[in-house]
C-alpha cells in the first residue's frame, strides 16, 4: 500500500529517497517486531509490515480516490482510497495518516474532526516484475466539512469524487480506474461486514 517505494530501478543512480526509508515489521495480529528496509519490505517475498489506508468522505457520502503518481514504483497510476502509506515507528495510524492527508493533498485537520480507525486486514500482493505488498493494513475513515484540497502532483496524478456505495455495487460502470488491491478490499469489507 505504499504510496511511493521507489523509482523502477532502486538500484538506479538517482533512486527514489524512499529506499532508505524503514517500515515497522509485525505480526499477523500487528504486533511489532522490528523495522525493516523499505525496499527489501517490497521485493521478493516481501515483509510483512504495518500500513494504513485512509478513506475521506464528503457530508454526501462521496469518497474521494486519488490517481497514485506514475512515478511510484508500486501500482503506478492505479486508482486509491484517499491516501495510504505506513506510520514509521512510534508513530500511531492516526498520526500518519493525517500527515499524509496534509502532505499530499494540503488537507489540515481542522477540515474534518471523526478520523477513526474502522477495520483491520493482512493481505499479500504481488506487482508483476516489481514488487509485493505484504501489510496488515489499518483502515481510517473521516468526513471532510471543507473538500478545499492543495495536491502535490508528484505524490498524486488525479483526484475523483465518487458515489461510494455505487462504486462498491457496480463497479462494471467505474472498469476504467484500476483499483488499488487493498483498497478494493477494504471498501469489500467496509459494505460485507
Not at 27 to 54: Q, V, Y
Not at 81 to 105: D, I, M
Not at 116 to 124: A, C, G, L
Amino acid at each position: 500500500m505504499s504510496t511511493d517505494e521507489g523509482s523502477t530501478d532502486p538500484t538506479a543512480e538517482g533512486a527514489h529517497p524512499n529506499v532508505d526509508q524503514t517500515v515497522v515489521t509485525v505480526d499477523a495480529e500487528d504486533n511489532e517486531i522490528g523495522e525493516a528496509n523499505r525496499l527489501d519490505a517490497h521485493t521478493g517475498e516481501g515483509i510483512r509490515h504495518r500500513a494504513f489506508t485512509a478513506l475521506l468522505f464528503d457530508e454526501d457520502g462521496q469518497i474521494l480516490l486519488a490517481q497514485r503518481s506514475p512515478e511510484k514504483r508500486l501500482w503506478d497510476g492505479f486508482w486509491d482510497g484517499t491516501v495510504a502509506s505506513h506510520p514509521t515507528r512510534n508513530e500511531s495510524q492516526r498520526e500518519a495518516a493525517r500527515a499524509r492527508f496534509r502532505e499530499e493533498l494540503g488537507i489540515e485537520p481542522a477540515q474534518y474532526d471523526d478520523l477513526r480507525i474502522t477495520d483491520k486486514f493482512e493481505y499479500k500482493r504481488y506487482y508483476p516484475r516489481r514488487g509485493v505488498e505484504h501489510e496488515v493494513c489499518a483502515v481510517l475513515q473521516a468526513t471532510l466539512t471543507d473538500t478545499t484540497l492543495d495536491p502535490d502532483e508528484s505524490e498524486v496524478a488525479g483526484l475523483l469524487w465518487a458515489p461510494y456505495e455505487r462504486l462498491y455495487e457496480h463497479p462494471h460502470w467505474y472498469r476504467q480506474l484500476r483499483l488499488c488491491p487493498w483498497f478494493e478490499i477494504a471498501m469489500r469489507r467496509d459494505f460485507e461486514s
